[in-house]
């Protein structure tokens, strides 16, 4: 396990080639639009360039990165199992060039804050991609792709998918392809989503979300009192979640904190009596 400590420089790209686990401090945690509060320090673990995942680094997790790009692919040498959870990226893309007849599976998108998903030539099977914000669109269309789940996602681009199961997720109202994929309570600000199996279309954003006045750049994307997204989702285990990102019991957390200990305050006195038995510490 490595930990990144935030920096106000960034940190250069690699290539993992090791199975590890990798945390940062998270993001959007000062400046404006941030979440302030949840770290003490003010800087981000944050990158340039690509992360470019080798078959060595196979089973890696990584978490609370800020910035980076990462690079999926290479012929012959494609990664597994690989976690990405709460972390902000450029996007998930193809460093190698679409290479096709490339198959990588396992991988588990969570709670992280995307541009975009660009996999169009890869064989993608159960694949997970969950309470994400994507400020882009997905493109996962191989023909050869197997058994995908894209659920409660914020999504503002197009998207363009092969094989998947795609459901209670809140989406703008552009192109939207899809082939062999099931498409269940889903929202819609504009009219592309299918009729029927719960999907909703023509719902302004204004209705649907806070909005950035008086939020984070994340924040924003919360929904409002009175959402026609709230209890809107598929019913999993018994539970009906809401749609989008922050639904579900296990939703997008702000800033991608890492779910370790942080301590963001700590109070402890100068001095305690030497006779003392106890000392208050906050």
Do not use: H
């Not at 639009?33 to 680094?57: A, K």
């Not at 980076?68 to 494609?78: C, D, R, W």
């Not at 450029?90 to 060039?97: C, E, K, L, M, P």
């Amino acid at each position: 396990t490595l930990y990144i400590e935030g920096s106000a420089t960034s940190y250069a790209g690699f290539t993992l080639d090791k199975r590890l686990v990798i945390i940062g401090t998270g993001y959007f945690i000062s400046g404006s639009d941030s979440n302030p509060g949840l770290q003490l320090g003010n800087s981000s673990s944050f990158g340039s360039g690509y992360i470019i995942f080798d078959s060595t680094g196979s089973g890696s997790t990584l978490i609370g990165l800020d910035n980076f790009t990462f690079g999926v692919g290479q012929t012959g040498s494609a990664a597994d199992n690989i976690t990405i959870t709460r972390c902000r990226m450029n996007s998930i893309s193809a460093y190698y060039g679409n290479v096709a007849n490339t198959i990588m599976a396992g991988f588990k998108i969570n709670k992280c804050y995307i541009s975009d998903i660009s996999l169009n030539t890869y064989t993608l099977t159960n694949w997970e991609v969950t309470n994400n914000i994507l400020t882009g669109g997905i493109t996962m269309n191989s023909a050869q792709n197997i058994n995908n789940l894209i659920r409660n996602n914020v999504i503002r681009g197009q998207m363009n998918l092969y094989s998947a199961y795609f459901s209670n997720n809140i989406i703008t109202g552009t192109t939207f392809t899809t082939v062999n994929v099931t498409v269940k309570n889903n929202i819609s600000n504009g009219s592309n989503l299918p009729v029927g199996n719960g999907n909703l279309n023509n719902q302004a954003d204004a209705v649907v979300f806070q909005g950035l006045t008086g939020n984070s750049t994340d924040g924003q994307w919360r929904l409002k009192a009175g959402s026609p997204a709230i209890v809107a989702g598929e019913t999993i285990s018994s539970i009906t979640p809401d749609c989008g990102a922050f639904g579900t019991a296990d939703p997008y957390k702000l800033s991608g904190i890492p779910a370790i200990p942080t301590i963001y305050s700590l109070t402890v006195p100068a001095s305690v009596p030497s006779n003392a038995t106890t000392m208050p510490i906050t």
